[in-house]
């Protein structure tokens, strides 16, 4: 009889194998792997999306798709990639790293974290079926503004749906972090001495409960006006169509830090580890996260200047939004500072930690620019817009995720991922990203305006250059599941200390060093 071993054992009498043990499984591990797969995987769907709008953009006139399903496009692009691939990817992040980090067993509620998991698939399925009913998916935008989305066909109702779903999951996830970090860390470890990640996950999980149920009444009044008669958009039977703006961007701009705070945790790693430092101004990083989350619910309406808001409106949400900037720049400076006479190595993680703050920065300075209210009514639904707050989230968040993947996965795989991809994948991405984008600025500065199919003759060669860009980037992609695939089957072993850097800086491998703080770590002069 074969000799059979413990695991064999353990799976035989003790649980699930397979596909059942990923399907049943309350390991924060596990969770944490399916929730970055479905990102991935949902992150190239909303990416297929955006190279089909960039392709009928390559030239003027229709070319490729029309204007009604152009529109649809664009639409689920936005919220396939917010809803679909960059909350759940830092969610992954989450699950995997905050028991790690705070010496937890698992996460405080396992099998609600199992479920929050789950129930992000039909809300996919929702999501992207939609383009094969009648009607098609919604056009409205990924805002789903009224009246607009009011007058949309049963598309619009699986997207509300599907938003009902993953809100749900997100609450479910961030109640579970909250109680995860207050109660589950280990003796000793006080909040201030909390790795920065978990700071900004505690911080982004109060926003998420916070605002999910907002957007959550916004898209159930819709409903209750497209299916039960009532007339809370609608001006003709005493709504305000406006109104709708309004809840919305009050879920809607405290969701820009929650996709990008985490990404804050993230970088606040890599920097230290690579620049062989501690982090500079530990406390002053943890006061600007928290900064950054209770002004975020302040300045909504600086989506809204060209509504018809009163001057003094305009004023508060302007000086709102400049103020937001602080401590963003708090933090941007202290990244910096870390990085001053530290002995920096450039493996694939640093190259995307400072390729994030560049770029991010570029994104920063031009929400500096549209919150200045004359300038945001000029450039307002122009390309402008468009350029801004994709240096903010692709070269903001997903530069962040992909530094955080290239970090962890020696911890995730128990190998090193493969480092001359890595900087392939780097250097394509960046050199494209900007191809792609950067010229979306003079677009917009020149009254290109968005989510249009065709356009004027005098923007044909700033649109190609983006196409260009946009294609080089898409397939850059393709480099980082070669990197993922070799990783986990394979390649040269992680040692305990994957990464070298500083001693006591690595947070998520247990050291034997005999400190265990920023404070207590040794400065590299």
């Known amino acids: 009889m074969a000799a059979v071993t413990p695991d064999q054992l353990h799976d035989h009498h003790h649980g699930p194998t397979g596909l059942m043990r990923w399907i049943t499984t309350t390991n924060h591990k596990d969770i944490g792997t399916m929730y970055l797969i479905f990102a991935f995987v949902m992150f190239l769907s909303g990416g297929v999306l955006a190279l089909t709008i960039r392709a ?7 070319q490729i798709v029309q204007p009604e399903f152009f529109n649809q496009l664009t639409t689920m692009h936005g919220l396939v990639m917010i809803f679909g691939a960059i909350m759940p990817a830092f969610v992954g992040f989450a699950n995997w790293q905050i028991p790690l980090m705070i010496g937890a067993s698992d996460m405080a509620f396992a099998r609600m974290n199992n479920w929050s998991f789950w129930l992000l698939p039909p809300a996919a399925i929702l999501l992207i079926g939609s383009f094969f009913v009648p009607g ?21 109702d699986m997207a509300i749906f599907a938003v009902h779903i ?17 109660n589950m860390r280990a003796p000793g470890m006080r909040l201030m001495k909390m790795p920065l990640f978990c ?14 149920p907002v957007l959550a009444g916004a898209v159930t009044m819709v409903l209750t006006d497209r299916h039960f008669g009532t007339s809370f958009f609608n001006a003709a039977g005493g709504g305000d169509p406006v109104m709708y703006q309004h809840i919305f961007w009050f879920f809607g701009h405290p969701e820009v830090y929650i996709m990008i705070l985490p990404a804050f945790g993230i970088i606040s790693h890599i920097i230290p580890t690579f620049a062989r430092k501690p982090l500079f101004g530990y406390a002053s990083m943890v006061y ?11 300045v909504w309406a600086h989506h809204m200047f060209t509504t018809g808001m009163p001057a003094v409106g305009q004023l508060f949400f302007m000086y709102a939004t400049m103020l937001i900037a602080v401590p963003t720049g708090v933090k941007v400076f202290n990244w910096t500072a870390t990085m001053w006479r530290g002995s920096m190595s450039f493996e694939p993680p640093m190259l995307w930690a400072v390729g994030f703050i560049l770029v991010f920065t570029i994104g920063g300075f031009t929400g500096l620019i549209v919150a200045v209210a004359p300038i945001d009514i000029q450039v307002q639904d122009t390309y402008y817009v468009v350029a801004h707050f994709h240096y903010v989230l692709v070269a903001g968040s997903l530069f962040a995720l992909f530094g955080g993947a290239y970090y962890w996965l020696p911890k995730w795989t128990g190998h090193m991922p493969d480092e001359r991809l890595g900087k392939i994948h780097f250097w394509c991405s960046m050199v494209f990203f900007n191809i792609a984008f950067f010229p979306m600025h003079f677009l917009g500065l020149a009254g290109m305006p968005r989510r249009i199919p065709d356009y004027a003759l005098q923007f044909a060669d700033f649109n190609m250059l983006a196409t260009i860009g946009a294609f080089g980037f898409g397939l850059s992609q393709l480099i980082f599941i070669v990197v993922a695939v070799k990783c986990v089957r394979g390649g040269a072993k992680a ?13 998520t491998v247990p050291s034997p060093a005999p400190y265990h703080t920023f404070e207590e770590a040794p400065v590299v002069r």
């Open 199 to 212: 700071w900004a996950w505690l911080i982004t999980a109060y926003l998420l409960i916070a605002v999910m």
């Open 56 to 62: 009928e953009l390559f030239q003027p006139g229709l």
């Open 288 to 298: 600007a996260l928290a900064a950054i989350a209770i002004l975020s619910f302040s």
């Open 166 to 182: 993953m809100g749900i999951s997100s609450i479910m996830g961030a109640i579970n972090i909250v109680v995860t970090v207050l």
């Open 495 to 507: 040692s305990a200390r994957a990464w070298e850097g500083a001693d006591g800086l690595e947070w």
């Open 136 to 156: 098609g998916a919604t056009a409205a935008g990924w805002t789903m503004y009224a009246p607009l989305s009011v007058q949309m066909g049963i598309g619009q």
